[in-house]
């Protein structure tokens, strides 16, 4: 199975259109404040672009459910994902009270707790693994350190997503390291916060797709 990507971090629907035909199997919004951050209404006018081949991801922060249950609703999106150090307790809510998917975000800053990921993956359908950024939940274009987090995704128990600072130079070496089911990249493929450029879209997954798949 090839590794997907997901390109995030969308403000234009003319952006979302174009990774939708490039090949990205999601594409995902912002709903945790930040430069790309969009309301419901404007997140489901973005994602509409995307047409009916992609998954849209909305990305929260701090979220009480039913915020988040609403915002899933009005942007018609497929899965959550769940910024700021999520707990198994509140990826359960997000699910049974939307009825989305949940990918729970772990972010890196030195080597994982396997013990938690283990109780996170039991609650999440995937893991997200993000750079540890002081002052910010995710799209830092930092990347972390893979090898604190390749024991754990070698180990994993569920469907892994690498992101965090990801580009078309380095996110071969990411896939060769960790293995992961998709990644995600945003700032990666932008000109300026929110604002893609289609050509390192397509750079980005011509990169993906000429490393091997994850085993």
């Known amino acids: 199975m090839r590794v997907e990507v997901?390109?995030?971090?969308?403000?234009?629907?003319?952006?979302?259109?174009?990774?939708?035909?490039?090949g990205a199997r999601y594409i995902g919004v912002i709903f945790a404040g930040g430069p790309r951050s969009l309301d419901p209404d404007a997140a489901r006018e973005v994602l509409d672009g995307g047409g009916a081949t992609v998954r849209r991801v909305g990305v929260f922060g701090k979220t009480d459910a039913r915020t988040i249950a609403a915002a899933v609703e009005m942007a018609g999106l497929d899965i959550v994902q769940?910024?700021?150090?999520p707990t198994s307790d509140e990826v359960r809510a997000a699910r049974e009270e939307s009825g989305a998917h949940v990918w729970?975000?772990?972010?890196?800053?030195?080597p994982l707790d396997e013990a938690?990921?283990?109780?996170?993956?039991?609650s999440a359908d995937a893991l997200v693994l993000d750079s540890k950024v002081k002052g910010v939940l995710g799209?830092?274009?930092?990347?972390f350190d893979w090898r604190d987090a390749e024991?754990?995704?070698h180990a994993r128990a569920g469907r892994l997503v690498a992101a965090g600072?990801?580009?078309?130079?380095?996110?071969?070496?990411?896939?060769?390291?960790?293995?992961?089911?998709?990644?995600?990249v945003s700032s990666g493929v932008e000109t300026s916060p929110g604002i893609k450029d289609h050509a390192r879209i397509a750079d980005f997954?011509?990169?993906?797709?000429r490393t091997g798949v994850p085993g």
């Not at 997954?205 to 797709?209: N, T, Y």
């Open 205 to 209: 997954i011509e990169a993906v797709r």
């Open 104 to 110: 729970a975000v772990v972010r890196v800053h030195g």
């Open 116 to 122: 938690g990921l283990r109780d996170l993956w039991r």
């Open 165 to 184: 600072g990801l580009t078309a130079a380095n996110v071969g070496e990411a896939i060769e390291t960790l293995a992961p089911d998709v990644v995600d």
């Open 151 to 153: 024991h754990a995704a």
């Open 139 to 143: 799209g830092s274009g930092i990347a």
């Open 6 to 22: 997901k390109v995030c971090g969308l403000t234009r629907a003319s952006d979302a259109r174009a990774a939708a035909a490039l």
């Open 82 to 85: 769940l910024h700021a150090d």
